[in-house]
T-cell receptor
Framework: AQTVTQSQPEMSVQEAETVTLSCTYDTSESDYYLFWYKQPPSRQMILVIRQEAYKQQNATENRFSVNFQKAAKSFSLKISDSQLGDAAMYFCAYRSPLYGGSQGNLIFGKGTKLSVKP | DGGITQSPKYLFRKEGQNVTLSCEQNLNHDAMYWYRQDPGQGLRLIYYSQIVNDFQKGDIAEGYSVSREKKESFPLTVTSAQKNPTAFYLC??????????????????FGPGTRLTVL
């Protein structure tokens, strides 16, 4: 079974600085999808960024980018120019290919709580 | 605006009672999901459904039940058999996996959640 590990329960960053959240996963599949979700204090889950394993290029969305290392099974999230509104729980999630038995369900890590200092 | 709604936002249950959490979506998504979130844990899948009148157990289905009589609605019942029901419950939806021409990412969109507390 696939597992997702986020080894940093809490992180802190100064406003305007850059922070990297780590995520590793375990799988024997060659094709899959990876996601980062943000959960602010409102507890609404918001999709931040996504990556398909077959794509070599790292995904970027404005100030958010990933460092996808397929061989190392690593999927870290970099937040540049951190803002106070970035303070939240961040969850890494894995999804198997749709032709597998998992029906495309997400497997989540336990999350990293990010604090942003003014 | 299209989206997912969950009600109520807060719910209190007495020991031995069944309670039902509502989840409605107007995104025209075929697939819907229920997750449970506990402090220090990620989201754990309770049940999911990809088509009306059909649903599948997730990783922690014991003590829960669902129905899917309409595409838009996927209510979750927390039964008295659930030993530790106090948690935050999130509902999500997505396009049906594998539909040609649509996003293969099948990302899930989440509702605002329901906080259930057992008194």
């Amino acid at each position: 079974a696939q597992t997702v590990t986020q080894s940093q329960p809490e992180m802190s960053v100064q406003e305007a600085e850059t922070v990297t959240l780590s995520c590793t996963y375990d799988t024997s599949e060659s094709d899959y999808y990876l996601f980062w979700y943000k959960q602010p204090p409102s507890r609404q889950m918001i999709l931040v960024i996504r990556q398909e394993a077959y794509k070599q290029q790292n995904a970027t969305e404005n100030r958010f980018s990933v460092n996808f290392q397929k061989a190392a099974k690593s999927f870290s999230l970099k937040i540049s120019d951190s803002q106070l509104g970035d303070a939240a729980m961040y969850f890494c999630a894995y999804r198997s290919p749709l032709y597998g038995g998992s029906q495309g369900n997400l497997i989540f890590g336990k999350g990293t709580k990010l604090s942003v200092k003014p | 605006d299209g989206g997912i709604t969950q009600s109520p936002k807060y719910l209190f249950r007495k020991e031995g009672q069944n309670v039902t959490l509502s989840c409605e979506q107007n995104l025209n998504h075929d697939a819907m999901y229920w997750y449970r979130q506990d402090p220090g844990q990620g989201l754990r899948l309770i049940y999911y459904s990809q088509i009306v009148n059909d649903f599948q157990k997730g990783d922690i289905a014991e003590g829960y039940s669902v129905s899917r009589e309409k595409k838009e609605s996927f209510p979750l019942t927390v039964t008295s058999a659930q030993k530790n029901p106090t948690a935050f419950y999130l509902c999500a939806s997505s396009i049906l996996p594998g539909l040609a021409g649509l996003s293969l990412y099948n990302e899930q969109f989440f509702g605002p959640g329901t906080r259930l507390t057992v008194l």
